[in-house]
Nanobody, 126 residues
Framework: QLHVVESGGGLVQPGGSLTLSCAASESGVILSDYHIGWFRQAPGKEREGVSCIGRRGDSTNYSDTVKGRFTISRNNNAVYLQMNSLKPEDTGVYYC???????????????????WGEGTLVTVSS
């Protein structure tokens, strides 16, 4: 059974950059078999979609709040979320989710992913 783990969170100043990674926690699992999405949850708010990528890497979707600042990419073993020009409102726990099926949505970014990681905390503050 697939388990995913996030890494790369931390404290960064406004305007700074971070790169998050999502990988399978078991050796031998080919992450490229799965669609992947990044979600985040800010304190006191509901979880929201950030960016998603198809398993072949040829389709992506972004929320309007991160479009132009964040870039999602992948290789066979990991999915990355490059976050630039970070703002305090980007603060939250970022979750990676994986699934064999995924649908894109204008409001939710993507849905249908079934395996979730524990999250990594991103704090944007001076």
């Amino acid at each position: 059974q697939l388990h995913v783990v996030e890494s790369g969170g931390g404290l960064v100043q406004p305007g700074g950059s971070l790169t998050l990674s999502c990988a399978a926690s078991e050796s031998g699992v080919i992450l490229s078999d799965y669609h992947i999405g990044w979600f985040r949850q800010a304190p006191g708010k509901e979880r929201e979609g950030v960016s998603c990528i198809g398993r072949r890497g040829d389709s992506t979707n972004y929320s309007d709040t991160v479009k132009g600042r964040f870039t999602i990419s992948r290789n066979n073993n990991a999915v990355y979320l490059q976050m630039n020009s970070l703002k305090p409102e980007d603060t939250g726990v970022y979750y990676c989710a994986a699934g064999l099926q995924m649908s894109y949505s204008g409001t939710r970014v993507c849905y249908g992913l079934t395996t979730w990681g524990e999250g990594t905390l991103v704090t944007v503050s001076s």
